[in-house]
């Protein structure tokens, strides 16, 4: 396995404009989650996909954020009309539904893309 | 609501034990879960709990009370490495998304 890939690993953008991010998961993981972390705070969850379907929006996630996963693979995470507020760590996670053999699934987390919002 | 309350910050001296302590008060519960995050680095798994009881995996135990909604990262001879940020984080329900702690920071001195 190659890991978790997240591009970019930074984006720096003014105030209005869009950014999109992407991830990529871990290839057999069918899982996909987006988390929101600021600094000196854990990861908050935003959305979580399995295989192509959303199954779960945060109420963080306003409409001004958009996610897919079209084909089941890889994720993009969409910002329209970016503020200051924006300002954090995207993480994406994935994982495979009863791999560990346990109740739950292990995720595992990509490097996240750091954006500022100027 | 939801919380999980872990110390902030704790500090120890190579080769000690340290036990970083995690109460958390949910809606729902699948199990309590423990990731490492190094400065800039991602969270890695490090440990999970789904039943009462200790698990041990190498230099690193986590123990969990549902009675007590209570569980503990225990971390054992102690290396300079594992200054790190420690969370907390739980399964809430089968979307097995992560509710997380703010974390404690680790500082390990020689």
């Known amino acids: 396995d190659t890991g978790v890939s997240q591009d970019p690993r930074h984006k720096i953008t003014k105030r209005g404009q869009n950014v999109t991010f992407r991830c990529d998961p871990i290839?057999?993981?069918?899982?996909l989650y987006w988390y929101r972390q600021t600094l000196g705070q854990g990861p908050e969850f935003l959305t979580y996909?399995?295989?192509?379907?959303?199954?779960?929006k945060s109420r963080l996630l306003s409409d001004r954020f958009s996610a897919e996963r079209p084909k089941g693979s890889f994720s993009t995470l969409e910002i329209q009309r970016t503020e200051q507020g924006d300002s954090a760590m995207y993480l994406c996670?994935?994982?495979?539904?009863?791999?560990?053999?346990?109740?739950?699934?292990?995720?595992?987390f990509g490097p996240g893309t750091r954006l500022t919002v100027l | 609501g939801q919380s999980l309350e872990q110390p902030s910050e704790v500090t120890a001296v190579e080769g000690a034990i340290v036990q970083i302590n995690c109460t958390y008060q949910?809606?729902?519960?699948?199990?309590l879960s423990w990731y490492q995050q190094h400065d800039g680095g991602a969270p890695t798994f490090l440990s999970y709990?789904?039943?009462?009881g200790l698990e041990e995996t190498g230099r690193f135990s986590s123990f969990l009370s549902r009675s007590d909604s209570y569980g503990y990262l225990l971390l054992q001879e102690l290396q300079m490495k594992d200054s790190a940020s420690y969370f907390c984080?739980?399964?809430?329900?089968?979307?097995?998304?992560?509710?997380f702690g703010s974390g404690t920071r680790l500082l390990v001195r020689p």
């Open positions: 996670a994935s994982s495979i539904e009863g791999r560990s053999g346990r109740i739950t699934d292990t995720q595992y």
């Open positions: 290839s057999e993981h069918n899982r």
């Open positions: 996909f399995q295989n192509e379907a959303q199954l779960e």
């Open positions: 949910t809606s729902g519960f699948y199990g």
């Open positions: 709990n789904a039943l009462d």
């Open positions: 984080a739980v399964n809430r329900d089968s979307s097995y998304k992560l509710i």
